[in-house]
């Protein structure tokens, strides 16, 4: 079993910055894929960003490319995104998850319980 849990979530204005965490235990973290998703109000769950067990690759959707960084502390047994340039269609309940199969896409089988992220206008 992992544990996430997410933090960092909050209110921000447009344009505004915000970095949210995921902490995990349990199982060896860093054996991990770990991807950020996202879900708003009426829509789908969205696979934001990934990031392979060692760090070395990462995936992102192209709605955030350019705008979000992910990045993992295996000591920490932390990953990071990074979110800047918010736009008030970023506003969604944001959720980590681990899946140990390399690629992005998954299936993740673990899930933190999300951290809510309102981007005002």
């Known amino acids: 079993q992992v544990q996430l849990v997410e933090s960092g979530g909050g209110l921000v204005q447009a344009g505004g910055s915000l970095r949210v965490s995921c902490a995990g235990s349990?199982?060896?973290?860093?054996?991990?894929?770990m991807g950020w998703f996202r879900q708003a109000e009426g829509r789908e769950r969205e696979l934001l960003a990934a990031?392979?067990?060692?760090?070395?690759?990462?995936y992102y959707a192209d709605s955030v490319k350019g705008r979000f960084t992910l990045s993992r502390d295996n000591a920490k047994n932390t990953v990071y995104l990074q979110m800047n340039s918010l736009k008030p269609e970023d506003t969604a309940v944001y959720y980590c998850?681990?899946?140990?199969?390399?690629?992005?896409?998954?299936?993740?089988?673990?899930w933190g319980q999300g951290t809510q992220v309102t981007v005002s206008s």
């Open positions: 349990g199982r060896p973290f860093s054996r991990y894929t």
């Open positions: 998850a681990a899946s140990a199969v390399a690629g992005p896409q998954g299936p993740y089988e673990y």
């Open positions: 990031i392979q067990w060692t760090g070395a690759s990462t």
